[in-house]
């Protein structure tokens, strides 16, 4: 396996790895992970679908890209959606290859680029407060001198310096205070106790997207759910090339024998329909774990029933656990999945409004007509005076294929799970449905006594995740393994609890990168993977990003220090006349 960037490689054809038609793979989970990596196996390694097997747990795939229409609570169920950008390079690498169910003829990249071409993410209220007022300084970072530096300092700092340490370990008051820190955390689910070392990565890995944290224009979406529109398209690709899915299968242990100086699976345990079995694994049974869930356990409520706050250790950190007591090299799960603060963020609803009283109220927040079939808040509206820290989102509507003309879908979610609310005086996960789409139209500016009214008359279904936010747990190196472990023959981890160079969790890019280096190793596919987008490594990326950082200041207006000011002033003495000198006046730093 190897890196590449630029195209030389990116249209490369790879040679049919040798013996690959003696080979099978034995995928765990459905989630897109899996998926990818089934794709890659077919593509890219020119193994027959047949030979390739995904076991899931549910009798659905998707993961934890999910949307449904639930025929019991007659409502629609989303936990999420994953934010995307154009430089999610294995992903558009992924989905150049899949062909799209609307459209035909066309691939969901092709669908993907056109939509967004012609109905561009902008939010145009990205925080509110005071019910429905905009903030006053949205779009400012308000960043002190001293919170920058503390940026710069972080990035700075290598990985090995930041094991086991937190956000709030390496970051003042001022920087928490900060609207750049507020932007943040609500765009990425970050809490002040979350790793230092992933927010080190996400500083890294999108420094590019400082200018645009405001108003959420780098961001890209599908036109309907991501279930309905990347992960239905990606199962019947594979269906229809034999790949076979078995479901209500739950793997319990994968047993690898490590004599001889390897690691060879030899035997997948497992319970398929409530009957136990097992599968014995020859060397040229390749196998695939997406090890840990965000999603694993979640319990959902109604507009009268919280969701239960009690559930059961789920199969697939049941599965990594059982790995891990056989090998450190297979990471150490108890880091995400235990432990877990009661303030994190556990809880998301689905609001489905049947009618358009709340219309008139989104339309003066967020200046779009819901309606209109264009994307409403292009990611996340926040409401920083919410005890919750809650926030809401609005796709483009329908956000399902069968929604009907006068529903409306609202998700919401909350960062802080421990406290009680501003309108409804209980925590997140003490409120049913009703009591949560009452918080949000309260800090919506709905009068008082029509909210009960609106609350009533809309489906809410509460979500109760309590593993969401265990991608961000602080870690040490090793936590996570390796995708391929070292002399591993057999084995391999996929998806965000496996560990890759450089790129971020919580991201739809590191499920898919995971599995291509999977593949790409475990086959030796001849083709080179495309690296994580260098952006740190642009000094004009850098300039525009220190720019914004400093709220569009020019180097001379910076709040700084006598000496470091003359410093500056002698620097660009020096640089007069040079190339840089046009890009410092190119990204506006003089």
Wanted: net charge negative.
């Amino acid at each position: 396996m190897h890196y590449s960037n630029g195209n030389y490689e990116a249209f490369v054809h790879a040679s049919k790895p040798k013996d690959v038609d003696k080979k099978s793979a034995y995928i765990v989970g459905s989630g897109l992970a899996s998926l990818a990596t089934a794709t890659f196996l077919l593509r890219d390694a020119q193994m027959k679908g047949e030979k390739i097997h995904i076991l899931e747990e549910l009798s659905l795939p998707g993961g934890s890209m999910d949307g449904i229409y639930d025929q019991v609570k007659q409502s629609y169920i989303i936990r999420g959606g994953r934010e995307m950008e154009t430089h999610f390079e294995t992903l558009w690498d992924l989905f150049r290859s899949i062909p799209s169910l609307d459209n035909p003829g066309e691939t969901v990249l092709d669908e993907f680029y056109r939509l967004n071409r012609k109905d561009p993410s902008f939010s145009k209220t990205r925080v509110i407060v005071n019910r429905g007022e905009e903030l006053p300084t949205d779009g400012q970072l308000l960043l002190t001198p001293k919170a920058v530096k503390e940026i710069v300092n972080l990035c700075l700092t290598p990985e090995r310096d930041l094991q086991d340490k937190k956000i709030n370990e390496v970051f003042s008051r001022e920087f928490f205070e900060s609207n750049f820190w507020l932007y943040w955390a609500t765009m990425f689910a970050f809490e002040p106790w979350a790793s230092a070392m992933e927010m080190r990565r996400y500083l890294m890995r999108f420094v590019q997207h400082v200018a645009t944290l405001k108003d959420l224009s780098s961001l890209r979406f599908t036109k309907y759910n991501q279930y309905e529109s990347l992960i239905l398209p990606m199962v019947k690709f594979l269906k229809d090339h034999g790949v076979q899915f078995h479901y209500d299968t739950v793997v319990n242990n994968i047993i690898v024998n490590r004599s001889n100086g390897a690691k060879v699976a030899e035997e997948i345990k497992m319970t398929e329909n409530g009957e136990e079995k097992s599968i014995k694994l020859s060397p040229d049974d390749l196998v695939f774990v997406t090890n840990g869930s965000i999603t694993e356990s979640t319990t959902y409520g109604d507009n009268l029933h919280p969701a239960d706050e009690h559930h059961e250790f789920g199969a697939s950190w049941q599965l990594w656990k059982n790995l891990a007591a056989q090998d450190s090299d297979f990471g150490h799960p108890e880091k995400f999945c235990e432990n877990i603060p009661k303030a994190n963020w556990v809880m998301s609803a689905t609001v489905t409004f049947k009618n358009d009283d709340i219309v008139p109220f989104i339309e003066k927040i967020n200046k779009k007509d819901p309606h209109s079939g264009s994307i409403v808040t292009s990611g996340p509206t926040t409401i920083k005076d919410s005890n919750w820290m809650l926030g809401y989102s609005i796709s483009r509507q329908p956000h399902f294929h069968k929604q009907k003309p006068n529903e409306l879908i609202v998700w919401l979610y909350g960062l802080y799970s421990d406290t009680n609310g501003n309108y409804v005086k209980k925590t997140m996960p003490e409120c049913n449905g009703i009591e949560l789409c009452e918080e949000w139209l309260y800090h919506m500016g709905v009068p008082d006594e029509k909210i009960s009214e609106m609350a009533h008359a809309a489906v809410t279904i509460p979500a109760h995740m309590p593993y969401i936010t265990s991608y961000f747990m602080p870690r040490a190196l090793g936590d996570r393994p390796k995708v391929v472990p070292e002399k591993s023959k057999n084995l391999a981890f996929i998806g965000n609890f496996a560990e890759t160079e450089r790129d971020t969790v919580f991201t739809t890019e590191y499920s898919v990168r995971t599995a291509m280096e999977a593949v790409y190793t475990l086959l030796d596919i001849d083709r080179g993977i495309p690296e994580v987008f260098a952006s740190a490594f642009d000094v004009r990326m850098l300039m525009n990003a220190m720019y914004y950082l400093n709220d569009q200041k020019k180097l001379t207006e910076l709040d700084l220090p006598l000496p470091e000011k003359l410093a500056i002033k002698g620097m660009l003495k020096k640089v007069k006349g040079t190339y840089i000198e046009d890009l410092l006046k190119e990204y506006r730093l003089m």
